[in-house]
C-alpha cells in the first residue's frame, strides 16, 4: 500500500560540494531523509525508471537503505540494483549505473567524513552518466525541499539485502547484485594484471589501510586474491557503521598508522590508504610520502604504460587549489588541460565530451574516464601497474619527475569549526579587498593578480562564480583560500599554498619549510589570526 505522507520543508536541506551531509541524528529526525529523496524523485522523476543504490556502509546506511527503497517502490520507479548489504564505494557506484544504463543512482555516504550515531551522513545523485548531479539539478533539489508538502512511501517489510539475486517491492524489482565483482572486472581491463601479480610474486610488498571503511572488500579482493599480495596486506578491512572510531580520511594526520609504517625500518615497499567511501587515494613509498598533487602528475606522465592507457591521455583536467604540477605534464605531452572548481561534478561534462581522460584533486581525488567519480583504488592499481613497468622505487620516480618537471612545492592547511560568522567576515573581507592587491608587495614578493575564481564550462558554458578566492605572484607562487562545502560543523578554512622551483637544485626541501613565507604572507593577507583567533591549522596535507 502507497501511503502519501504529509511533511513541510526543512531547512539547510542543501547539496554542497557532494551532496547533502549532515550529522547523523539530523538525518534520522522526522521526515529529514525523506523530505531530500522525495526532492530528488521530483525533480528526476520516477515513474519506470532504473537506479543505483549503496553506501559506504556507515552507521544509519542500512536503514536509510530500506527508506529510499520504499520511496522509489511508491514513486513507480521500475527497478534498483543494491550492492549486497546496500554497500557499494562510490566509484562502484558510478561504474554499475553506467555498466547497466540506468537512470542515475542513489549514494548514502558522507565520504571522509567520520560516521556513527553522533557523527555524519550523507546521500547524493549521480546522473546516467555515472557523475554527480551537476550544480543546476543540486539546485533544483535544493529548491524542491523548500516547497515540499507531501512524500510517498510504501508500507511494506524490510527487502532482503543480505541476500543476491532478484526480490520485489510492491510492483518494483530489487536487485541485489555482488557490489565487488564488476568493479573488479573494470579494473582488469585497464591494468597489466599479469605484471603487477609477478611482482607480488617477486617479494614485492604493500600495506594497503581501508580504514574500516568501505574499500575492505574491493582491496582484499584486488590486490589479495586476484594479484597475489599476501594475506593480510589490507588492514582494516572490514567496513564498520562507525569506522571503528577511525577517521577515514587518507591524510598523514588521520591515517597515522599507514605512515608510522611506511617511515619505518620494516616498511613495505608501497603503501596506500583509501577514504570512506573509496573515492580518495593517499600513496605512500617507503620513507617518502606523495603528495596528491604530485601523484596526479606522475600518473599522467606515466599512464601510457597502463594498458587502458596506452594510446595516450585526450587532456588533463585538475581543480583550480591543485598544484600546477600536472599543467606541466600536460605541456610537455601537447595535450588539453583545464582547471575547474573543486567537486567532481565539474568534470563530468569534461569526461564526457572526451576532452579529458584522466582527473584530478589536491584532496586525495585522482579519476579517469573509466567512471564518473574520483576512484582511490584505481589509483593506487594504476601506481602498482607503473611500479611494475618501471621497475623502480617510488622515490626515485618522484625524484625523476622533479628533476625533469621542476617541484610545485603544495600544502593544505585545515583551520576546522571556526565559527561561520568569523569565517564569512574573513573571506568578505578579503573579497573586498582583491582589486588592491595586484603590485602590492607580501613577504619580499610581489602579488602579480588577485581574483575570486570563477568557471565557465567550456561543453555546455554553465558558470559557477564565487569558487576560492586566488593571489598569486609574480615569482610563480600561489595562496588559494576557500571554505569547505563537505563540513558539517561550523566552517571549515582550505588555505591552498604553493611554490615553484625549476631545478636543479632545491628539489629537496621539506615542503613547509619551502613555503615559510607564502604561509606567513597568506596569514599577513587573510588576517586569519584577526578574524578567526586561529594562528595554525588543525590538519596540514
Ligand atoms: C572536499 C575536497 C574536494 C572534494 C570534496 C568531496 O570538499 O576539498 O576536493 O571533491 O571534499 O570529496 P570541500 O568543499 O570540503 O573542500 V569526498 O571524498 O568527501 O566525496
Ligand atoms: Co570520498
Same mark, same amino acid.
Given at each position: 500500500m502507497i501511503t502519501t505522507v504529509s511533511t513541510a520543508p526543512i531547512a539547510g536541506q542543501?547539496?554542497? /560540494?557532494?551532496?547533502?551531509?549532515?550529522?547523523?541524528?539530523?538525518?534520522?529526525?522526522?521526515?529529514?531523509?525523506?523530505?531530500?529523496?522525495?526532492?530528488?524523485?521530483?525533480?528526476?522523476? !520516477?515513474?519506470?525508471? /532504473?537506479?543505483?543504490?549503496?553506501?559506504?556502509?556507515?552507521?544509519?546506511?542500512?536503514? %536509510? +537503505?530500506?527508506?529510499?527503497?520504499?520511496?522509489?517502490?511508491?514513486?513507480? +520507479? %521500475?527497478?534498483?540494483?543494491?550492492?549486497?548489504?546496500?554497500?557499494? @564505494? !562510490?566509484?562502484?557506484? @558510478?561504474?554499475?549505473?553506467?555498466?547497466?544504463? /540506468?537512470?542515475?543512482?542513489?549514494?548514502?555516504?558522507?565520504?571522509?567524513?567520520?560516521?556513527g550515531p553522533t557523527e555524519d551522513f550523507g546521500v547524493k545523485f549521480n546522473m546516467p552518466n555515472g557523475g554527480p548531479a551537476p550544480e543546476g539539478v543540486t539546485e533544483a533539489m535544493f529548491r524542491r525541499t523548500t516547497e515540499i508538502t507531501t512524500y510517498k512511501i510504501l508500507e511494506a517489510q524490510d527487502v532482503d539485502l543480505g541476500t543476491i539475486g532478484r526480490h520485489h517491492l510492491g510492483a518494483m524489482i530489487v536487485d541485489v547484485v555482488d557490489p565487488v565483482s564488476d568493479y573488479a572486472a573494470l579494473m582488469e581491463t585497464l591494468f597489466d594484471f599479469p605484471a603487477i601479480r609477478a611482482m607480488f610474486a617477486a617479494g614485492f610488498r604493500m600495506r594497503m589501510d581501508s580504514m574500516c571503511a568501505v574499500t575492505g572488500p574491493y582491496a582484499v579482493e584486488i590486490f589479495e586474491n586476484r594479484l597475489g599480495a599476501v594475506a593480510g596486506t589490507v588492514t582494516h578491512a572490514t567496513p564498520l557503521p562507525d569506522f571503528g572510531g577511525m577517521h577515514p580520511d587518507p591524510n598523514p594526520t588521520? +591515517?597515522?598508522?599507514?605512515?608510522a609504517e611506511m617511515m619505518g625500518d620494516a616498511a613495505p615497499d608501497f603503501g596506500a590508504a583509501s577514504d570512506g567511501d573509496g573515492d580518495r587515494n593517499m600513496v605512500v613509498g617507503r620513507g617518502i610520502y606523495v603528495s596528491p598533487s604530485d601523484s596526479l602528475a606522475v600518473l599522467a606522465a606515466n599512464a601510457h604504460l597502463a594498458p587502458g592507457y596506452a594510446q595516450g591521455l585526450a587532456g588533463i583536467a585538475r581543480s583550480m587549489p591543485t598544484s600546477a604540477a600536472v599543467d606541466r605534464v600536460a605541456d610537455a605531452l601537447g595535450i588539453a588541460r583545464f582547471e575547474t572548481p573543486t567537486g567532481w561534478k565539474f568534470f563530468g561534462n569534461l569526461l564526457d565530451a572526451g576532452r579529458v581522460t584522466l582527473c584530478g584533486e589536491e584532496s586525495f581525488g585522482t579519476g579517469s574516464d573509466h567512471v564518473r567519480e574520483k576512484d582511490g583504488l584505481w589509483a593506487v592499481i594504476l601506481w602498482l601497474n607503473i611500479l611494475a613497468v618501471r621497475k623502480q622505487t617510488v622515490a626515485e620516480i618522484l625524484q625523476d619527475h622533479w628533476a625533469r618537471y621542476g617541484r610545485n612545492y603544495y @600544502?593544505?592547511?585545515?583551520?576546522? +569549526?571556526? %565559527? /561561520?560568522?568569523?569565517?564569512d567576515a574573513m573571506m568578505a573581507a578579503l573579497r573586498g579587498k582583491l582589486a588592491s592587491l595586484p603590485g602590492q608587495m607580501a613577504q619580499g614578493m610581489r602579488i602579480s593578480a588577485a581574483d575570486d575564481f570563477a568557471y565557465t564550462d567550456p561543453v555546455d558554458g554553465s558558470v559557477s562564480t564565487g569558487q576560492g578566492v586566488r593571489i598569486l605572484f609574480e615569482d610563480g607562487s600561489r595562496i588559494v583560500l576557500r571554505l569547505s562545502g563537505t563540513g558539517t560543523e561550523g566552517a571549515t578554512l582550505r588555505l591552498y599554498l604553493e611554490r615553484y622551483v625549476a631545478g636543479p637544485g632545491d628539489l629537496d626541501h621539506d615542503p613547509q619549510e619551502a613555503l615559510a613565507p607564502v604561509i606567513r604572507a597568506a596569514h599577513d593577507l587573510a588576517a586569519i589570526a584577526g578574524f578567526t583567533g586561529r594562528t595554525a591549522p588543525d590538519v596540514i596535507t
Open positions: 542543501k547539496p554542497g /560540494t557532494s551532496g547533502l551531509r549532515k550529522k547523523t541524528p539530523v538525518f534520522m529526525g522526522p521526515h529529514y531523509l525523506e523530505n531530500f529523496v522525495q526532492s530528488i524523485f521530483d525533480v528526476v522523476g !520516477t515513474a519506470g525508471k /532504473t537506479f543505483v543504490l549503496g553506501g559506504d556502509g556507515r552507521y544509519f546506511n542500512d536503514r %536509510a +537503505a530500506q527508506v529510499i527503497l520504499r520511496m522509489a517502490a511508491a514513486n513507480g +520507479a %521500475a527497478r534498483v540494483i543494491v550492492g549486497q548489504g546496500a554497500i557499494l @564505494s !562510490t566509484p562502484a557506484a @558510478s561504474h554499475l549505473i553506467r555498466l547497466n544504463k /540506468t537512470d542515475g543512482g542513489i549514494i548514502m555516504s558522507a565520504s571522509h567524513n567520520p560516521g588521520w +591515517a597515522h598508522e599507514l605512515m @600544502s593544505r592547511h585545515d583551520f576546522e +569549526a571556526i %565559527a /561561520t560568522d568569523k569565517a
